[in-house]
């Protein structure tokens, strides 16, 4: 069964602190790996799409990566408006219905 | 750009009693659809629709229909809700193949 997990489910990181969320996937046969933003109460907002391992994708300060069992998404010198919930989403290559993760809340202080 | 307009947005309503909610886009995208979001289960797909008169079950359709009449409407509809429908809905629209989805501003269903 094709799954998601992702970790820690909430991160608190001052102004310039940088760090990584991580996605941990199992699927069978990987179409695409794809990351979302949400800011509270609105809807997911696409950031990134990761097709296969060793690609990155990078914009402003984040920087999506892949293997072949996890992504990572790198935070460079985050900012308050960085704030929110980062999900991230699989899809298998039967071209099947993409399967998010419970993403993880991110909070930075100024 | 992409809109996904949703209606109502919030609403509080009583077992049983029918309701549904709508779901427009501004694009021509063929692929439409629904989502629920609740605590610690993530984001959860409800039912697709790939192009008019084409629909297709997710993973947690059981209490709700859809109907693709038109390319740009895609209503979720609950014939007769439960308190286990209580949960945050959203439409989105896009590419499936690439997986860029646009999501609507949700609407926030209460059942009692």
């Known amino acids: 069964e094709d799954q998601v997990t992702q970790s820690p489910e909430a991160l608190r990181l001052q102004e310039g602190e940088s760090s990584s969320l991580n996605c941990s996937y199992t699927?069978?046969?990987?179409?695409?790996l794809f990351w979302y933003r949400q800011d509270p109460g609105k809807g997911p907002e696409f950031l990134f799409t990761?097709?296969?391992a060793g690609e990155e994708k990078e914009k402003e300060r984040l920087k999506a990566t892949l293997t072949k069992k996890e992504s990572f998404l790198h935070i460079t010198a985050p900012k308050p408006e960085d704030s929110a919930t980062y999900l991230c989403a699989v899809q298998n290559n039967q071209g099947g219905k993409l399967i998010f993760g419970q993403g993880t809340e991110l909070s930075v202080k100024p | 750009e992409a809109q996904v307009t949703q209606n109502p947005r919030y609403l509080i309503t009583v077992t049983g009693k029918k309701l549904t909610v709508t779901c427009s886009q501004n694009m021509n995208h063929e692929y439409m659809s629904w989502y629920r979001q609740d605590p610690g289960l993530g984001l959860r797909q409800i039912y697709y629709s790939m192009n008019v008169e084409v629909t297709d079950k997710g993973d947690v359709p059981e209490g709700y229909k859809v109907s693709r009449k038109e390319k740009r409407n895609f209503p979720l509809i609950l014939e007769s809700p439960s308190p286990n429908q209580t949960s945050l809905y959203f439409c989105?629209?896009?590419?499936?193949?690439?997986?860029?989805?646009?999501f609507g501003e949700g609407s926030r269903l209460t059942v009692l």
């Open positions: 989105a629209i896009g590419d499936r193949a690439t997986g860029e989805l646009f």
């Open positions: 699927v069978s046969g990987l179409r695409g």
């Open positions: 990761l097709y296969s």
